[in-house]
């Protein structure tokens, strides 16, 4: 079993800046992607931002330049940098990862608990 642990949101004024980040742990193998989701209120989950296993990002349009994602393969950790944070910003973020736990298993799409940004005006 692997178990996603998110943590970093919080309530910020526009311009501001956050820093989500998001271990995992458990029976791990392997990391493949790693990527941030969010999900405004009535809106749908959208991502946000992902990072291959080779360190190949890309990026919502609308984040480009302001959120940077990256990740530490040695403690299994995904991190979100958030700058020059806007209102519209605000939305449940989700850290998504696909593992496998074992060499001969296919992989696995795990999903965080979410953690709440709140940007305001």
């Known amino acids: 079993q692997v178990q996603l642990v998110e943590s970093g949101g919080g309530l910020v004024q526009a311009g501001g800046s956050l820093r989500l980040s998001c271990a995992a742990s458990?029976?791990?193998?392997?990391?493949?992607?790693m990527s941030w989701y969010r999900q405004a209120p009535g809106k749908q989950r959208e991502m946000a931002a992902v990072?291959?296993?080779?360190?190949?990002?890309n990026y919502l349009d609308s984040v480009k330049g302001r959120f940077t994602i990256s990740r530490d393969n040695a403690k299994a950790t995904v991190y979100l940098q958030m700058n020059s944070l806007q209102p519209e910003d605000t939305a449940v973020y989700y850290c998504n990862v696909d593992v496998k736990t074992h060499w001969l298993s296919g992989p696995l799409e795990v999903w965080g608990q979410g953690t709440l940004v709140t940007v305001s005006s």
């Open positions: 990072i291959t296993s080779g360190g190949t990002t």
């Open positions: 458990g029976s791990i193998f392997s990391i493949n992607t």
